[in-house]
């Protein structure tokens, strides 16, 4: 394993290459802005507009999960010019999400495994200088938070089906004491989409937890409902709520930190497997898994602000007032559903979202442009003959708002059509400014700095 993880970053160090046009890249929008992974390439800037979707054709989807390989001798991956992105740890089993603890360890949920790993970075950034289990025994650990921000005392944990705490303090490698159980029950249902994240509002009064839906459109698990039946399972679930065996799934639970007080705080949301916040502004985000076979290009996956009480289509509606064809008309929900502000091709499997910070220095601090953007790990498509996504993108934001663009930054794990070997699952940003990236595909955390070379 280490003397993989050698070899991989004496040949990936040298390659950061890929180097994006002096001049801006044009933006591609309408069916230029489709594409597959034979388009990507760092600086690529991509504009999908909710208006210009193609009509429903779900004859042409397509089941094509890829083959996962070891990662090749001659691997390259691609970054901006300036940039070099070397292997940081893959002594682990299956990273998902990762975090930065604001004593700027790393916190790795490694799902599969029922554990939470430290990782701590040696004094340069350039590897970790310690490992050490911080929780193990968990059931299928995906959200991870730290309760306050400054000078946290808790580690949130997000389990497929509950949410747990450790008692934590600035530099521990090991939970000081047992998991404190805060919501023993997400949901009535567990299956289906089983990642939940968890995220706490900027002022620290609500604990936020997302739940992705049990189904693809919430087919034939729900039975009927009359008018008033709707409204009285609204106004106390939310807009747009599904029920039966969707009951509080597809949505934004709200707690307060102790886990009481339960409040929907949005719905519609298929499957927010990245939820977080916005830093700079207190903004509520949701990295969103949209549903399958409705054709190779719908239904766009997005990230979006999520309001408090919003209501973002599913299952009936999906970015805006574009009905679900293959379930009876809701026409009482016709232009409530909000539109999501950052469409990415579809089914490219958005997963966590990290924001980089407005102010930040180190050895591997990006460049002032960079400042204020949002990063964005693409697990990839399953479901589209042309294959999409295995990369990670920039999300461009204009005074905290995005402006609707993503732009490729870190691409070339796809082989070819069939072959992947890295599947990017986490991002999140080191205290010396380099952006950490994990992929589940050969259990490996990347890292890409700024050197300006």
Not at 58 to 77: C, G, I
Request: glycine share 10%; with cysteine.
């Amino acid at each position: 394993m280490r003397a993989r993880l050698l070899a991989a970053s004496a040949a990936v160090a040298a390659l950061a290459a890929a180097a994006a046009p002096k001049a801006a890249s044009p933006v591609l929008t309408g069916n230029q802005a489709l594409g597959d992974w034979t388009t990507d390439k760092p600086g690529v800037t991509r504009h999908i507009s909710a208006s210009e979707l193609p009509k429903p054709s779900p004859a042409e989807s397509a089941r094509n999960a890829p083959q996962v390989t070891d990662r090749p001798a001659n691997a390259k991956l691609s970054v901006p010019a300036g940039f070099a992105v070397t292997a940081w740890f893959d002594d682990l089993t299956n990273p998902r999400t990762i975090r930065t603890a604001p004593d700027g360890d790393i916190f790795v949920a490694e799902t599969a495994a029922g554990r939470v790993r430290v990782l701590r970075p040696n004094a340069d950034g350039s590897k970790p200088a310690a490992a050490q289990a911080f929780a193990e025994g968990l059931a299928g650990p995906f959200g991870i938070a730290f309760f306050p921000a400054v000078n946290p005392q808790w580690v949130y944990v997000a389990e497929n089906n509950r949410v747990v705490r450790f008692p934590y303090k600035d530099g521990d490698l090991k939970a000081r004491g047992p998991a404190e159980v805060l919501v023993d029950k997400i949901s009535e249902t567990s299956g289906g989409h089983s990642t939940r994240d968890v995220a706490f509002t900027k002022d620290g009064s609500r604990m936020l937890i997302s739940v992705g839906s049990q189904s693809n459109i919430a087919e034939g698990l729900m039975e009927a409902k009359s008018p008033d039946e709707i409204k009285a399972w609204e106004k106390d679930h939310g807009l747009g709520a599904a029920w039966g065996r969707e009951a509080g799934r597809a949505a934004v639970i709200s707690f307060t930190p102790d886990g009481k007080d339960r409040k929907t705080f949005a719905t519609g949301i298929r499957n927010c497997v990245g939820l977080n916040q916005n830093p700079a502004t207190g903004d509520i985000y949701c990295s969103t898994n949209e549903r399958d076979t409705l054709g190779n290009n719908l239904v766009p996956d997005y990230v979006t602000r999520v309001k408090e009480g919003g209501y973002y289509g599913w299952p009936w509606y999906y970015l805006g007032d574009n009905a679900e064809p293959r379930l009876p008309a809701r026409p009482d929900l016709k232009g409530k559903a909000t539109v999501p502000d950052v469409l990415f091709q579809s089914h490219s499997a958005a997963l966590q979202t990290t924001f980089y910070p407005v102010t930040i220095a180190g050895a591997g601090a990006f460049p002032a442009e960079y400042r204020g953007d949002a990063f964005v790990a693409l697990h990839g498509s399953w479901n589209r003959a042309p294959r999409t996504g295995y990369k990670v993108v920039r999300v461009k934001l204009d005074n905290g708002v995005p402006v609707g663009e993503y732009q490729d930054f870190l691409t070339g794990f796809v082989i070819d059509q069939d072959k992947v070997w890295g599947r990017p699952v986490g991002v999140t940003v080191m205290k010396d400014g380099a952006l950490l990236v994990s992929e589940d595909g050969n259990d490996t955390i990347w890292r890409v700095a700024y050197t300006g070379k």
